[in-house]
């Protein structure tokens, strides 16, 4: 974390805003220098006309539409976020962009389904205002190139992607342009990783894609962005070698800071699964050259916000102090204020997004009750249900029995999850498989609810009649279908095997 040290400035601003009853703190004198080495971008820049405007970002949304059911952190989820931009949140107008690995979820298994996914994602961030996107490695899974740059909104950027035929595949950057403030974003992608993906796109080098991008850039903008999914040390090394961004936003790194600065440009990381916004108050008042200062207490803007929000259009003497104080602190100064925002609980509620939300999950039951409700391909067996392994594996049955896997479906009727297709798929045996469970009657939700025995082994009707029929080994990559870092966050295979399978020996 290199934010900036608090000094006097801040604090005159803080009192002055804390201080609501008293009379206003006289304005306070500009603020000294940090004390830190001053690089030159540590020195006050050519004082411009201030201006306002706030930043949202999300990333590593990997397709998550709803606060996951974690046992930790069940936040997120697009209509919390919407209910978060609906309340005055920052300065000036609100730009929300999404650095991208945004489209596809780990669970969703066929190519078709993740389009699906892909296309709801893209729809539901459009409507709760995202304004531009960066796809990433994983985003490649959901979309191609191709039908990604043919959606409209959120616009797709990408300075780094090509075709394999080294044609542009997406516009390198855009001008956001919102109440009279305009934003420059330049796209930066990761090069994916895997024959598959990394065959639908060349990757050009970041630097040098981001310097031609900003070239290309209008020069009368409030402030330059690069957003993206690139690793670590290339947006540092675009930070330390493309002078002119003023921020930099992008998914999360392998680090644990969700913020850094590399030669004065702040690089805002965002948070896993959208369960987090980062809100990026800003108050420009120097050249839009200059990067973006982060100031190290969120609550002073904050305080700021609600003044505002409360005086309405009237001026107030505690209200007067703040701005006054505000001015003079960033005076030649490109100021942020960072807070990261957790969508949680206090943000349920009704929202617009809803509506769009509840037609995805209604076509995915339907769609399940349909796949479930097929025989499966010839040469492939269909699903039994732990009841009929009894007779004949008892002791393994009774084992399983007392493993967490028989109240997985319990878990659901506790959060009132259970029609609910973002949960099933691993709260159940078979979802949409053909011979598991679809259709949700009494029957079927007997017959399959928790994680079965063919959850791991594999569909075996037929067994042990039909020789054909074998369960396949139990690998690690079993779990991980549910056990993903999301839902799953501790798992490990040697801790985790141990304790619930049919083998697990802890019969009380
Ligand atoms: C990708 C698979 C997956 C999805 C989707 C999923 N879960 Fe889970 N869930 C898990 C796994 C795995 C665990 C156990 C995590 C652990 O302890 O490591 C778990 C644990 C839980 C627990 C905690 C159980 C306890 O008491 O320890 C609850 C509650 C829960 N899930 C509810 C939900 C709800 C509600 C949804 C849908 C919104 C959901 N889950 C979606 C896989 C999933
Ligand atoms: C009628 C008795 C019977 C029933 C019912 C039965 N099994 Fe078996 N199972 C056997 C026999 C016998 C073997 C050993 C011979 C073989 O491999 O077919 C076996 C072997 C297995 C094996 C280890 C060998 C392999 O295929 O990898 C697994 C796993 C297994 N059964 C799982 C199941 C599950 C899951 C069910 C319920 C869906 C089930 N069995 C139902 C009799 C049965
Ligand atoms: C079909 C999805 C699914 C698969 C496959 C699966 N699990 Fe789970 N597992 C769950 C869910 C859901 C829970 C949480 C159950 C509950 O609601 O309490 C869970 C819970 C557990 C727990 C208890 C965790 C705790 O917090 O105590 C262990 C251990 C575990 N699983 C191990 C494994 C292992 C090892 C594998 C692979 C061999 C595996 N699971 C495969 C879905 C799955
Ligand atoms: C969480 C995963 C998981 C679940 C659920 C599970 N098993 Fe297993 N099962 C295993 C593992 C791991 C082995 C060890 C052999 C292997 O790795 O394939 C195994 C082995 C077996 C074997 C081979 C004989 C033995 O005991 O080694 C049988 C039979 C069997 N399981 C039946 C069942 C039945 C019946 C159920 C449901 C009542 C069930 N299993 C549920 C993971 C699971």
């Given at each position: 974390m290199a934010r900036l040290q608090s000094h006097t400035g801040f604090t005159a601003l803080a009192l002055a805003l804390g201080a609501?009853?008293?009379?206003?703190?006289?304005?306070?004198?500009l603020p000294p220098l940090p004390e830190r080495a001053a690089s030159a971008t540590e020195v006050l820049g050519e004082p411009r006309p201030q201006r306002e405007l706030s930043l949202v970002l999300t990333g590593d949304v990997r397709g998550e539409i709803e606060p996951c059911g974690c046992p930790t952190l069940p936040f997120g989820g697009f209509e919390r976020r919407e209910r978060l931009l609906s309340r005055?949140?920052?300065?000036?107008?609100?730009?929300?962009?999404?650095?991208?690995?945004?489209?596809?979820?780990?669970?969703?298994?066929?190519?078709?389904?993740?389009?699906?996914?892909a296309r709801v994602v893209l729809a539901a961030s459009a409507q709760v205002g995202v304004l531009a996107w960066v796809p990433g490695p994983s985003d490649l899974l959901g979309l191609s190139p191709a039908?990604?740059?043919?959606?409209?909104?959120?616009?797709?950027?990408?300075?780094?992607?090509?075709s394999p035929a080294g044609e542009p595949l997406f516009p390198a950057s855009t001008v956001l342009e919102q109440e009279g403030r305009r934003v420059g974003i330049i796209g930066l992608s990761a090069a994916p990783m895997g024959?598959?993906?990394?065959?639908?796109?060349?990757?050009?080098?970041?630097?040098?894609?981001a310097r031609e991008a900003l070239a290309e850039l209008p020069t009368d903008l409030d402030l330059v962005i690069a957003l993206g999914s690139v690793a670590d040390e290339e947006a540092d090394r675009v930070a330390r070698e493309v002078p002119g961004i003023g921020l930099m936003m992008t998914t999360a790194g392998r680090g644990y800071t969700d913020v850094r600065a590399v030669a004065g440009v702040p690089i805002i990381e965002s948070l896993d699964r959208g369960r987090y916004a980062q809100v990026l108050a800003t108050r420009l008042g120097s050249t839009p050259d200059r990067p973006v200062e982060l100031h190290p207490e969120p609550a002073t803007w904050r305080s700021l916000v609600q003044l505002r929000s409360q005086s309405g259009a009237a001026s107030t003497p505690a209200l007067d102090g703040a701005e006054a104080a505000l001015a003079s602190l960033a005076s030649g100064r490109n100021l942020?204020?960072?807070?990261?925002?957790?969508?949680a609980q206090d943000l349920d509620g009704p929202t617009r997004v809803s509506a769009l939300l509840g037609e995805f999950k209604t076509t995915v039951?339907?769609?399940a009750a349909a796949r479930a409700a097929a025989p499966p391909p010839p040469a492939e067996p269909g699903y039994a249900t732990a009841a009929s392994c009894t007779s004949c594996h008892?002791?393994?049955?009774?084992?399983w029995s007392f493993t967490d896997h028989t109240r997985a479906w319990q878990s659901l009727v506790?959060?009132?999850a259970t029609a609910n297709p973002e949960c099933l798929p691993c709260h159940t045996t078979g979802f949409g498989q053909p011979g598991g469970i679809g259709e949700l009657t009494t029957a079927s939700v007997r017959a399959f609810k928790g994680v079965q025995c063919e959850a791991c082994h594999g569909p075996m009707r037929g067994h042990p009649d039909d020789p054909r029929v074998q369960s396949g080994p139990v690998t690690v990559e079993r779990c991980l279908v549910c056990h993903d870092e999301a839902n799953s966050p501790e798992f490990d295979w040697a801790s985790y095997l141990p304790r619930a399978t049919c083998q697990t020996e802890s019969l009380p």
């Open positions: 609501c009853e008293r009379p206003p703190a006289p304005p306070p004198a005055p949140i920052g300065f000036g107008p609100v730009f929300q962009l999404d650095a991208g690995e945004l489209l596809t979820r780990g669970i969703s298994s066929t190519g078709s389904d993740r389009e699906r996914r039908q990604m740059a043919a959606i409209p909104s959120p616009r797709a950027l990408s300075a780094t992607w090509l024959s598959s993906l990394s065959g639908q796109v060349q990757v050009r080098d970041p630097v040098e894609a942020g204020w960072l807070e990261t925002r957790p969508l039951l339907n769609e008892t002791t393994q049955f009774a084992r506790e959060r009132q």
